[in-house]
């Protein structure tokens, strides 16, 4: 290195940089904003359904990378790939704004082109894409994306996938020689002739003359595609890719009586919410301070989509908004599983100077309005009611207490109760019935919070408006591996102060755990090079509170593992604390040289492991010891396997969970949870798992029927009503098929046999295929 | 006004004009002045992306033929191993019971090359590049950039250590991995960030064996650098 060198070399990288930034000029970089829609322009929200038919007992995963979809008002399915009338609509390339001031926004990243066109690709980026899994949408629609685009009628629909690699597949173990189950296949387009080859499209006409949109709706209109893989047979050989031939069609929008002149869609995939905003800001609402409204999945951070309030509201103190959200259909027995059925929401109204407005639990329909302006029962009017308020920021660390370092990838969550109810909800408890989380920011690599923003977004936690003090808010942080810790936030003089805290305005957090420490060893006379992923999970749960990754050196059968795990002061949902931990370890084997997410290896459990006990109060540092976990072994090389089958009177949340007995007093300890093709889909009630070929205990998991949340009670509520959790309804055991052992031809002149590539050496296979072997097992 | 408008064209013919100069007199490695024509190809730049939903946290391992590193961190997460030894290898698992996307994307120059996601509760998620095997031993000396600031924005960085520069360009938030500085006897590390969209400021952190040595901001252009 030579002296000076920095500095030529900043002189030097600024003439590419300058060069980039002209290309990016070019660029369309028109992102969705339903409050400042460019003239001409309306927006259009595009969500995926995924329609896979009977393939869910063949192939355990299929999913395409899915690149863009492209609109064109022209309905000839034929035109050209370049004819000028199709607009792109691509991945959400950017940095998604959490909360505050929003645009119209899914909560999700997918990386990023310079542009939503994805024409302009830089180095290290690649294309944006992203990978829709299709038998976890088959009824309850995923939310690709949402642009404004030119406000046109457009009367043909395109989805591009990836052109190398259109998807991956994993097919379930199979009956006879076939190609091995359980591994990763890479999809392929069907070869098309004549030479030159046509390029393949999908391609299909929006029914009902097209979507209209127009730049006076101030709504979004949705558009949802259903796709069908169009896939091929499992493969017969290891080495083969898996044909797909996707097709498309477009599940038609209905209109309801329209509300405050916007257009009411209605759509089978998804529900319609219609709600008030009011402000008691002087002028109303305004550009300077768009006034966004943030839909969660109920009861967690997970956004599904943030919409501003229309320009049409400028000026106003009272204005009406309208939401579609993915939602299941509605199930119409009460005394049936997962009664009333849809799918539960948390919202919540944000503002630059103003407070937060929130509503907990609210139940969305498929194809149904839910109007959230006036109680139903009583006729009163139950608006998102904000207040002027300073909106100031928010910032701190979270630090590891045995070590005083900082803990990276913290979630921290700031919740806000719900004020419609007859008590203000506890939003420490777990679960924080009643309560919304209104704000989400992560810590750093050394446990400084929030992340930050840019020159045109805010930071999380940059516009928090200070709490009533008879309202404090709730910071709840987690983190994999430490005890959940609320922290009470409330307001002191105008600034955040957080309890326990030394400063206002920032927040030190402690966070408490354990270490837990033993062995994890192979059987059957394998040695590494391999690694092991160990988990502890709260005992007879699927909930895994830490996951850790260690490595078995060539020629060792066994090597030593530390993991932090929460302390016997942590509280899990429900309100208990913990006491047991379950653990199980597994192998991440290689397939021809390349990792598998499913092991060929036996999985080692534990179950009912004494949980750490908490570190004692002023001990001196280091505080922490080590406390004796499990030796978790063996894991054999036992092969693949898979079991499929279908539950009875399947709802549409259900979930098979795989759990394998342990030693200690014939406990279960759960491994892993898939969901169940929904009613109402073609092969509705289907599962499929792919596992190591061992002995099983199969449970069938359902929602118990709910009463009807938030809408169907006056106002104030007695009480928020909890958030449903899934309950065991049938199980048994299962042993799946061992693999067939598949001797290669031996070698003669002239012929040498490949070698087969195998998950891993399955005793007695040496110079042998091992081909895995489905198994079906039905509730 | 006028005038301005007028010179900004003038000005990036200049600017042109000096990158055209710079590159005629070996600037960007177009050239090796001792041993002209002879520069040897270096492995195209792989990077690894992160992806998802937003905040979702994980726990990443990734390893080229020599060395490996964990991190922890966020959705979006874009990482850059410098000088790279392929194959690669990656495990990411999410580190939270939710059913949250997390994408995993590998990325080899301007080509998305393999593409894989969980929705699982702490759901994992491998790839790799080339055939792999085991993961490499942990990096050391372990050197991290973590580019943390203004959000969204693309930079190129110049990494050098005693002996070699390399020039990676990335999407913030995003983290350098140094694999095997001076041939793997570690020594003076810095690197020269240049924003390209000039979004905000830089925030830079430099962790060396784990340990924070040094942090850095800056406008359009931010250099940091250890010891």
Same mark, same amino acid.
């Given at each position: ?33 339903? /409050? ?51 607009? =792109? ?61 030119? /406000? #046109? ?32 296949? #890479? ?222 990838? /913290? ?15 506890? &939003?420490?408890?777990?679960?924080? =019935? ?23 977004? #805010? ?177 054999? &090389? ?51 798992? &792919? ?21 169907? =009670? ?66 | ?227």
């Amino acid at each position: 290195m030579k002296d000076l060198s920095s500095r030529w070399a900043a002189a030097i990288l600024l003439v590419p940089a300058l060069l980039i930034l002209l290309l990016a000029f070019m660029g369309d970089s028109d992102r969705a904003s339903a /409050a400042k829609a460019p003239a001409n322009k309306g927006i259009v929200a595009v969500a995926f359904v995924g329609s896979i038919g009977d393939a869910a007992a063949t192939f355990q995963r299929i999913t395409l990378n899915v690149v863009s979809i492209r609109l064109n008002p022209k309905p000839d399915t034929s035109i050209s790939d370049f004819d000028p009338g199709w607009v =792109t609509i691509s991945v959400p390339a950017g940095v998604g704004k959490s909360f505050g001031i929003g645009e119209v926004n899914t909560g999700s990243n997918f990386g990023g082109s310079f542009s939503n066109s994805n024409n302009n690709v830089v180095l290290g980026e690649g294309r944006s894409e992203i990978q829709i899994d299709l038998g976890a949408i088959q009824n309850v629609a995923q939310i690709f994306n949402a642009q404004a685009i030119a /406000a #046109k009628t457009y009367q043909q629909v395109e989805l591009v996938l990836d052109t190398v690699t259109p998807g991956d597949i994993v097919p379930l173990c199979a009956g006879a020689i076939a190609g091995e189950g359980c591994i990763d296949y #890479k999809a392929k387009f069907p070869q098309v002739t004549p030479t030159p080859a046509i390029p393949l499209t999908i391609r299909a006409v929006i029914p009902g003359g097209g979507i209209v949109l127009s730049k006076s709706q101030h709504v979004v209109t949705p558009l949802v595609i259903q796709i069908d893989p169009g896939i091929g047979a499992p493969p017969t050989v290891s080495n083969q890719t898996i044909q797909i031939n996707p097709s498309i069609s477009v599940i038609p929008n209905s209109t309801s009586t329209p509300i405050s002149g916007m257009t009411v869609f209605l759509n089978p995939s998804l529900g319609t919410i219609v709600g008030t905003i009011t402000t008691t800001a002087n002028s109303g609402f305004a550009s300077g301070r768009p006034q966004s409204i943030t839909a969660l999945n109920a009861g967690t951070n997970t956004i599904v989509e943030t919409q501003t309030l229309p320009n049409s509201c400028y000026g106003k103190k009272t204005c009406d908004f309208i939401m579609q959200l993915p939602a299941a259909p509605a199930i119409t027995d009460s005394s049936a599983p997962g009664y009333p059925g849809g799918t539960n929401y948390d919202l919540v109204a944000s503002a630059k100077a103003a407070s937060y407005a929130v509503r907990s639990n609210v139940n969305v329909v498929a194809n149904t309005l839910t109007d959230l302006r006036t109680d139903p029962v009583s006729g009163l009017a139950t608006p998102f009611a904000v207040v002027s308020k300073s909106t100031i920021s928010f910032s701190g660390k979270v630090f590891d207490i045995c070590n005083a370092a900082g803990v990276p990838a /913290a979630t921290l969550n700031l919740l806000v109760p719900d004020t419609r109810f007859a008590s203000t909800p506890d &939003c420490s408890a777990n679960p924080p =019935t009643g309560c919304v989380v209104a704000a989400t920011a992560s810590s750093n690599e050394v446990g400084n919070f929030p992340l930050p923003g840019n020159g045109n977004q #805010k930071a999380p936690f940059d516009l928090v408006p200070v709490p009533d003090v008879s309202t404090p808010y709730e910071l709840v942080i987690t983190a994999g591996g430490f005890d959940r810790t609320p922290v009470q936030v409330t307001n002191n003089s105008g600034a955040l102060k957080c309890a326990n805290s030394i400063k206002k305005g920032t927040c030190q957090i402690n966070l408490n755990h354990g270490i837990m420490t033993g062995t994890v060893s192979l059987g059957g006379g394998g040695t590494g090079p391999l690694s092991v992923l160990i988990a502890a999970e709260d005992s007879a749960t699927n909930n895994i509170e830490n996951l850790q990754l260690v490595n078995i050196p060539a020629g060792v059968t066994s090597v030593p593992y530390t993991i932090n795990v929460p302390d016997t002061d942590d509280v899990l949902y429900g309100g208990a604390k913990l006491s047991n931990l379950d653990f199980f370890s597994s192998t991440q084997d290689l397939f021809n040289g390349a990792p598998q997410a499913a092991t060929g290896h036996s999985i080692a459990v534990f179950a009912n492991a004494n949980a750490p006990t908490p570190v004692p109060s002023g001990a001196p540092s280091p505080v922490c010891t080590l406390t004796a976990g499990p030796d978790l072994n063996p894991m054999t &090389c036992v092969g693949h396997g898979s079991v499929t089958g279908t539950v009875t009177n399947p709802a549409t949340t259900d979930t098979v969970v795989l759990s394998k007995t342990s030693n200690q007093g014939g406990l279960d300890v759960q491994l892993a949870s898939v969901p169940v093709v929904p009613n109402g889909s073609a092969g509705a009630g289907t599962y499929s798992i &792919c596992a190591p070929a061992d002995s099983y205990v199969v449970t069938h998991y359902q929602v118990p029927p709910q009463p009807t949340p938030d809408t169907a =009670t006056p106002t104030p509520t007695p009480t928020p009503i909890v958030v449903p959790t899934p309950q065991a309804v049938a199980s048994f055991s299962v042993t799946l098929n061992p693999p067939l052992i598949v001797p290669t031809p031996a070698p003669s002149p002239g012929f040498t046999p490949t070698p087969c590539p195998n998950i891993c050496n399955v005793p007695g296979s040496s110079g042998a295929c091992v081909i895995c072997q489905g198994t079906s097992a039905s509730f | 006004m006028y005038l301005k408008a007028k010179s900004i064209p003038r000005r990036a013919l200049a600017a042109l004009l000096c990158g055209l100069l710079m590159a005629s007199c070996g600037g960007f490695g177009s050239t090796d002045t001792t041993r002209p024509g002879s520069t040897p190809n270096m492995n195209a730049q792989t990077s690894f992306r992160i992806v998802g939903q937003i905040g979702t946290p994980f726990s990443a391992t990734i390893s080229d033929a020599r060395s490996s590193w964990t991190i922890q961190g966020v959705v979006p997460l874009s990482i850059v191993i410098v000088n790279n030894q392929p194959p690669v290898r990656v495990s990411v698992n999410k580190l939270v019971s939710n059913n949250a996307l997390i994408s995993l994307e590998i990325i080899n120059a301007f080509t998305v090359k393999q593409l894989a996601s969980s929705t699982d509760n702490f759901g994992v998620t491998v790839g790799n590049f080339g055939k792999v095997a085991n993961f490499a031993p942990a990096a050391f000396p372990d050197v991290r950039f973590f580019v943390n600031s203004p959000n969204e924005e693309l930079f190129d960085a110049l990494v050098e250590d005693t002996q070699h520069g390399e020039i990676v360009e990335a999407r913030v938030p995003a983290v350098l991995l140094f694999d095997s500085p001076a041939g793997g006897n570690g020594a003076r590390v810095d690197a020269t960030f240049t924003a390209v969209q000039f979004l905000g400021r830089f925030a830079i952190d430099l962790l060396y064996n784990g340990v924070l040595v040094d942090s850095t901001s800056g406008t359009t252009t931010a250099i940091i650098k250890y010891p």
